[in-house]
């Protein structure tokens, strides 16, 4: 059974950092396709950040890249995703996920129940 546990959200000001974590079993950083969503009120869910069970594969939405990085830590059983210069936009509600890929497309369908992050301006 695969289970995610999100933490690390909270308020912060426009500019600053926050740091996600994602606890996860070892095994499930070694056989799934871990990522973070996100969903602020009124939009569409995105796919933020994304990292591949071998930890070589990377891939970030275009509106976080060069100031979001996600990693994970077997060791530590956990993933993590490090937000800096945070704006406004960033407002959202944070999802851990885990998926594979299925006839050729990612099914996310582990979720975690999310974590707040606020950008005050």
């Known amino acids: 059974q695969v289970q995610l546990v999100e933490s690390g959200g909270g308020l912060v000001q426009a500019g600053g950092s926050l740091r996600l974590s994602c606890s996860a079993s070892?095994?499930?950083?070694?056989?799934?396709?871990m990522g973070w969503f996100r969903q602020a009120p009124g939009k569409e869910r995105e796919l933020v950040a994304r990292?591949?069970?071998?930890?070589?594969?990377?891939t970030y939405a275009n509106s976080v890249k060069g100031r979001f990085t996600i990693s994970k830590d077997k060791d530590q059983n956990a993933m993590y995703l490090q937000m800096n210069n945070l704006a406004s936009g960033d407002t959202a509600l944070y999802y851990c996920?885990?998926?594979?890929?299925?006839?050729?497309?990612?099914?996310?369908?582990?979720w975690g129940k999310g974590t707040q992050v606020t950008v005050s301006s």
């Open positions: 996920v885990a998926g594979s890929y299925r006839n050729g497309e990612m099914k996310f369908d582990h």
């Open positions: 070892r095994r499930t950083l070694s056989l799934f396709t």
């Open positions: 990292i591949d069970s071998s930890g070589e594969r990377i």
